[in-house]
């Protein structure tokens, strides 16, 4: 008995630390830092976004044929990471940001109404990205698009 009164003392005081013991302060510690990587990984990688790789600001990209847009008709298309709507009326094609200036929806083109729309808030655009109505308070950026032999191109950048 007193053997195991002394152990115990042993324990209580922080000297001798047994396999089960270590263990548990492994497994603790372990899960402590799973835990604290698991909540601190995506504030941070909310906090600093990447960055693009140089030259991703401006190339041109191709984004469909002119059998796939004919005339009345609108797509997004991903240009450069960031959505672009093109829309191909009587004119000739538009490009602009398919990202509403008011809470960051993405627009469609209304073929029905001929503009733009926003699904989230009723704002609603002309083909050349200013405002016709609802609460969005700028126009969407525009893009420049080239067609070469049946093929659309949009420039990366903003025009």
Request: charged share 15%; with cysteine.
């Amino acid at each position: 008995m007193g053997e195991s009164v002394n152990r115990a003392q042993d324990e209580g005081s922080g000297q001798s630390l047994d396999r089960r013991g270590f263990l548990k302060y492994v497994l603790v510690s372990f899960s402590a830092a799973a835990t604290a990587a698991g909540v601190a990984i995506p504030v941070v990688a909310y906090l600093w976004p990447p960055k693009q790789a140089a030259g991703t600001g401006g190339g041109r990209v191709a984004v469909a044929t002119t059998a796939d847009l004919p005339v009345g008709k609108g797509a997004v298309y991903s240009v450069n990471n960031k959505p672009v709507l093109v829309v191909h009326t009587e004119d000739g094609y538009h490009a602009v940001s398919a990202t509403c200036t008011h809470l960051g929806c993405i627009v469609f083109w209304s073929e029905e109404k001929k503009v733009i729309a926003c699904p989230c808030h009723a704002a609603f655009f002309t083909t050349n990205g200013d405002v016709i109505s609802g609460p969005a308070p700028a126009p969407l950026p525009v893009y420049q698009v080239k067609v070469e032999g049946d093929q659309i191109y949009v420039e990366g950048g903003q025009a």
